[in-house]
């Protein structure tokens, strides 16, 4: 129950970070995660208030290697958070979606393949749904960038007569 809150506070804030990132000119890098940093340093501070910590940590000392993968967890998570970050602020916010998404499916196909988890029907066409829609996204990009490549070129001519 908690832990779907803290899920929830943290889609809200991502949303009202991604609306400072693009209207705020040249933002630093952590200023909008800051406030998320505090809600959910107090959310740990509750739980380990609790039995939750210390079990964590017996846990943690009895099979040590959990807490390397603990560890590089959390540094896999900090790099992608600067990621998401810079391509928010370099970029927009749909190509990052499109980016997610790409690597989410993508890992899904791999688990099918590598690991040779099983896909029902519905789910395949899920995923060509949304293999069709990136597919379809980057096709008009394409389209549209072509089209004022070619409306420049004829800008240019017009005003070389």
């Not at 400072?20 to 000119?25: D, E, G, M, N, S």
């Not at 040779?116 to 395949?124: E, F, N, R, S």
Request: proline fraction near 2%; include cysteine.
């Amino acid at each position: 129950m908690v832990k779907a809150a803290v899920l929830r506070l943290r889609l809200v804030h991502e949303g009202f970070s991604v609306i400072t990132v693009r209207t705020t000119p040249r933002i630093e890098p952590y200023v909008p995660h800051d406030s998320l940093n505090l809600l959910v340093l107090r959310y740990v501070g509750r739980a380990a208030s609790g039995n939750e910590l210390t079990n964590a940590i017996n846990f943690v000392t009895t099979y040590p290697a959990v807490g390397w993968d603990v560890l590089a967890f959390a540094a896999c998570g900090a790099i992608g958070q600067v990621f998401i970050f810079h391509t928010l602020a370099h970029f927009s916010s749909l190509l990052l979606v499109t980016v997610t998404v790409t690597l989410k499916m993508l890992t899904m196909l791999m688990s099918v393949v590598l690991f040779g988890h099983q896909v029902t029907g519905m789910q395949w066409a899920g995923v060509s749904l949304v293999f069709g829609g990136i597919g379809a996204e980057a096709w008009y990009q394409r389209v549209e960038k072509e089209a004022k490549m070619e409306a420049k070129k004829r800008e240019a001519a017009a005003k070389a007569q």
